[in-house]
T-cell receptor, first 110, second 115 residues
Framework: GNSVTQMEGPVTLSEEAFLTINCTYT??????LFWYVQYPGEGLQLLLK?????DKGSNKGFEATYRKETTSFHLEKGSVQVSDSAVYFC?????????FGPGTRLSVLP | GAVVSQHPSWVICKSGTSVKIECRSL??????MFWYRQFPKQSLMLMAT?????????EQGVEKDKFLINHASLTLSTLTVTSAHPEDSSFYIC???????????FGPGTRLTVL
């Protein structure tokens, strides 16, 4: 079946630190991969996506590369800001249905 | 990007009453919408897939008689929590599938508190 595993949080960083949130997946076929962000009290917002192997998704300084050989889609940002504090969800979709990871809570301290 | 709205954004009700939550795609037609449930500090759990003009498909363990889903038009799906109890208190999020770019757009969520 399809599943997504993320590194457990919470992750606490100082402002301007480098961020990596690991995500690995198990899937049949060739799914599309996504990172969603959820700010406190809000719904999910698409952060970035990649639809095929070796694609790199990027947005707002975040990026992730679809690695088929390691079944990974790690999220990175070179310099985090306090405003990046949120919960980040890795997800995949083989079609229309989404499978979400458990989420990783990020707190960025000034 | 496409916009999905939910109404209400939060609701408090007494145990035993029913609550209806609306999910609308504002600028596109969605033949398929999804309903998720999110417990505090946890991930989203897919409850059901709602297809316009047909019965919803429920995930294993979700009571279809308790969580009634109606997808009467291409822009509106409703979730009714019947005879709500405190354990139904949760954050309910809908999403609408846009076939144009194979993407789902999420609503802002509805926080339900059952007293």
């Amino acid at each position: 079946g399809n599943s997504v595993t993320q590194m457990e949080g919470p992750v606490t960083l100082s402002e301007e630190a480098f961020l990596t949130i690991n995500c690995t997946y198990t899937a049949t076929g060739y799914p599309s991969l996504f990172w969603y962000v959820q700010y406190p009290g809000e719904g999910l917002q698409l952060l970035l996506k990649a639809t095929k192997a070796d694609d790199k998704g990027s947005n707002k300084g975040f990026e992730a590369t679809y690695r088929k050989e390691t079944t990974s889609f790690h999220l990175e940002k070179g310099s985090v800001q306090v405003s990046d504090s949120a919960v980040y969800f890795c997800a995949l979709t083989p079609g229309q249905n989404f499978v979400f990871g458990p989420g990783t809570r990020l707190s960025v301290l000034p | 990007g496409a916009v999905v709205s939910q109404h209400p954004s939060w609701v408090i009700c007494k145990s035993g009453t029913s609550v209806k939550i609306e999910c609308r795609s504002l600028d596109f037609q969605a033949t398929t919408m999804f309903w998720y449930r999110q417990f505090p500090k946890q991930s989203l759990m897919l409850m059901a897939t709602s297809n316009e003009g047909s019965k919803a498909t429920y995930e294993q363990g979700v009571e279809k008689d308790k969580f009634l889903i109606n997808h009467a038009s291409l822009t509106l799906s409703t979730l009714t929590v019947t005879s709500a109890h405190p354990e139904d208190s949760s954050f309910y999020i809908c999403s609408a599938y846009f076939s144009g770019n194979n993407e789902q757009f999420f609503g802002p969520g509805t926080r339900l508190t059952v007293l």
